[in-house]
């Protein structure tokens, strides 16, 4: 199986406000919870590794590129559904030519520099928020129909300035998924 790190925005204001809200509905109506409800937020790419050593190099290189962003802002506009086998319910990310300009200097930098990256052009890429659908227990395509049924005319129109990067491990308990982050305001970096 390959293993997977995953660079996040985690938005704090009113995105995840309000997401997080909706989707705490969704998981208790549909009896989705498990252990944890995963952490609202939008993957903006992920790294192939094999061990620490990967990782910690993923780190090096990612502190590299850190200094060629800085803070953008992300969009979102209402909720989309992903069919099966995902049924997943999320919030749209509108493709801003700054959203595409940060994930095309994240892909572009980390494969010149010798990391192996999913294979997504920045055209092809659909940038969303999960809040069902990947963690929790399985649910059936009528149960997620149904909740989608109950979301897609919510309004969900929100922006928010996104000023720090997280890389995760695929994990959903809080302490076990962080890795390290990455402040675009300045040059800090947190290493867990």
């Known amino acids: 199986m390959e293993k997977l790190v995953y660079l996040v925005a985690v938005p704090k204001g009113a995105i995840y406000h309000h997401g997080s809200a909706i989707q705490q509905t969704i998981w208790e109506k549909y009896n989705l919870l498990e252990n944890y409800m995963p952490q609202l937020h939008l993957t903006l ?3 192939y590794y094999e061990d620490k050593e990967d990782v910690d190099h993923i780190h090096k ?3 590299e590129i850190r200094k060629e962003l800085h803070p953008f802002e992300i ?3 209402g909720f989309s559904y992903i069919p099966e086998p995902y049924n997943n319910i999320t919030i749209h990310v509108i493709k801003t030519r700054e959203l595409k300009e940060i994930y095309t200097v994240i892909h572009d930098g980390m494969m010149k520099r010798g990391i192996q ?3 997504f052009h920045p055209d092809e890429m659909v940038f969303h928020m999960s809040i069902t659908g990947i963690f929790g227990r399985s649910w059936s395509t009528e149960e997620s129909q149904k909740a989608w049924l109950e979301v897609k005319e919510l309004p969900f129109q929100y922006h928010e300035r996104i000023e720090e990067l997280e890389l995760w491990y695929p994990e959903i308990e809080p302490g076990k998924k962080i890795i390290s982050k990455f402040n675009l305001l300045d040059s800090s970096i947190t290493k867990f």
């Open 45 to 47: 790419d992920a790294f």
């Open 61 to 63: 290189v990612l502190k």
């Open 75 to 77: 969009v979102t506009n």
């Open 117 to 119: 990256v999913r294979a």
